[in-house]
């Protein structure tokens, strides 16, 4: 009777142990206790295969002192089993057995063990040590057994949550991780996840977007898709065959800034067909509109350039071919030098067309390895533009010992001519334009400085940028495509130097402070 009471008890202990959140050492270490306790046992361990190396390790222990415990760990290591074995005492075992409880310190005559099986896999051992030799009736066997296979069933619960665990943390780390903006759906279209990439596209953080409703967050300003979520969701999506929803627009942040953004929703169905929550991909297409809008400025730009100096060639070269009209030799020769002037214009402007075109398709190229006479360059091209003003007037001013430099001569004159056509054009009142170089330790500079409109602070992030042309009067009026600082930039960076220019100081006289330009190239290493 006391012994039937006992087995419930015990029974009772272990299943209730078994659906609390206790953590599976905790699990064992009742499971021991109760298998030692049942049989008057002095002490009992649970070892524990592992699932990778399949050496058995202590996973709780039960009256067996833990000061002594790296001494009988060793011997309850890596013990032989075999099948069948079960509840004998076995000559091998309980001799090492009588070492551990030597060890241990306590008597002990007798070993159980009681094999914990995950369907044919053997996962671990109960060992029960007591101190006498006692016979153990088939009933309280089976019992014993049962214990075992319920220690059998926490390990594997406890293994099967952590994998859920470690499951769910790969998801999370998804989700955080992801570029693209990944929310979660409840079924009353409440935000129920919101990963940092959305935050950053929205300006919500997660703390504030969980919990509101999809439409509190997701505010369109303009559709261009037929339909939003809501209405899609009005009008039965998703149909049967759930198909993902596709909206694009521009959304206004939670700063009331707008971006352009593509939101891909796709429905969870349960078993029965109804929707349980709905994950939302969102795409940030900013970047994507801006390379629509710079395409845009491209085509107007260029044709704009290209119909210039193709309706002067076409006006002076028709000009010259009236049959009423006799020309003298001179007015020949300087419509004729128009003509030609233009025709130039028009290769310089589809060279900076090919280079730019290069520059995005990662095959731009340069040669190297000419010794370019810097401060030579730089006098040539003051004599080219100096017929072309009388405005202006130029100041060169390089130090003798000016060193020459390793680079691309071609490329090099185009970055003269740039920045000094910048200097003429952008100074349309004329004034001094300075072209100076300077020797320094390990790189040499050239700038060129102007009395010009000079460029606002707002605007200095743009002036490097393809097609990026300031608004102001001047630029609306003077020719450009603004590519030029575009590849001026690209071809000194290519030779390993820099570029950035500055506003100079504002003169005494009320006229505007005008701009430095200055790159810098890497001197030559001769040793
Ligand atoms: P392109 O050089 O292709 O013919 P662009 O001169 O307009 O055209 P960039 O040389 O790239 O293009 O210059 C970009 C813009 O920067 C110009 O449109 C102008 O507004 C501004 N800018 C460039 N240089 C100066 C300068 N020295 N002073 C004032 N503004 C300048
Ligand atoms: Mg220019």
Redo the contacts with the bound molecule.
């Keep these: 009777m006391d012994y039937r009471i006992r087995q419930r008890e015990y029974l009772l202990a272990i299943s209730r142990a078994l659906t609390s959140e206790l953590d599976l050492g905790d699990v064992l270490r009742i499971i021991v206790q109760a298998s030692v306790e049942f049989i008057s046992g002095r002490a009992g361990a649970i070892v524990l295969a592992d699932p990778i190396d399949h050496t058995f390790r202590i996973a709780a222990i039960y009256g067996l002192p833990r000061e002594h415990f790296e001494r009988y760990v060793p011997l309850l290591q890596g013990l032989p089993y075999e099948e069948g074995s079960e509840n004998e005492a076995i000559p091998e075992l309980t001799w090492r057995m009588q070492k551990v409880a030597q060890a241990a310190e306590i008597g002990v005559a007798q070993v159980l063990r009681l094999p914990m099986m995950s369907g044919e896999t053997l996962i671990g051992m109960i060992y029960v040590f007591q101190a006498g030799n006692y016979h153990i009736s088939s009933d309280a066997a089976g019992l014993l057994q049962s214990f075992a296979d319920q220690a059998a069933i926490a390990v594997k619960n406890a293994r099967l949550y952590q994998e859920v665990i470690a499951e769910k943390q790969r998801l999370d780390a998804i989700l955080e991780q992801s570029a693209d903006g990944i929310m979660i759906l409840g079924p009353q279209l409440e935000i129920t996840r919101f990963n940092p990439a959305l935050s950053r596209m929205t300006g919500w953080d997660a703390a504030g977007a969980v919990g509101r409703p999809h439409e509190e967050l997701i505010r369109w300003q303009k559709l261009r898709t037929d339909q939003d979520l809501e209405t899609a969701l009005a009008n039965g999506w998703p149909l049967p065959g759930a198909v993902h929803l596709y909206v694009e627009g521009e959304l206004l942040r939670r700063d009331n800034k707008l971006i352009s953004l593509g939101i891909t929703y796709a429905p969870l169905l349960n078993h029965r067909g109804v929707m349980t929550s709905i994950i939302a991909n969102v795409r940030d297409l900013t970047r994507y509109r801006e390379e629509e809008a710079l395409q845009k400025t491209f085509i107007s730009i260029v044709s704009h ?1 290209l119909k210039t100096p193709v309706s002067i060639i076409k006006g002076y070269a028709g000009t010259l071919r009236r049959r009423d009209a006799h020309w003298s030799a001179d007015v020949q020769d300087e419509y004729l030098a128009v003509i030609e002037e233009e025709a130039d214009n028009l290769a310089d ?1 589809i060279d ?1 067309l090919l280079e730019a075109s290069r520059l995005q398709s990662g095959t731009f190229k340069l040669e190297l390895n000419d010794e370019v006479d810097l401060p030579k360059l730089a006098a040539e091209t003051v004599r080219k533009f100096s017929s072309q003003t009388d405005r202006h007037n130029f100041v060169l001013d390089f130090p003798p010992d000016y060193p020459m430099a390793l680079g691309d001569e071609r490329r090099l004159t185009q970055v003269f001519n ?2 000094v ?3 003429i ?3 349309p009142d004329g004034g001094q334009i300075v072209i100076r170089g300077e020797v320094h330790a390990n790189y040499v500079t050239v700038s ?1 400085q ?1 009395q ?4 606002p602070a707002h ?1 200095h992030h ?3 940028e393809k097609f ?3 608004d ?1 009067a ?2 609306r009026n ?11 930039k690209a071809i000194v960076e290519a030779h390993g130097g820099s570029i950035w ?1 500055h506003s100079n100081e504002r003169p005494t006289n009320g006229n505007p402070p ?2 430095t ?1 200055t790159f810098s190239l890497p001197r030559e290493n001769r040793s």
């Design positions: 350039e402007l900076n740039n920045l056509s910048n200097a054009k952008y100074s060129v102007d010009g409109i000079g460029i605007q743009k002036i490097f990026s042309r300031l102001n001047l630029s003077t020719d450009g495509t603004g590519l030029g600082l575009f590849l001026t220019f005008g701009t330009f």
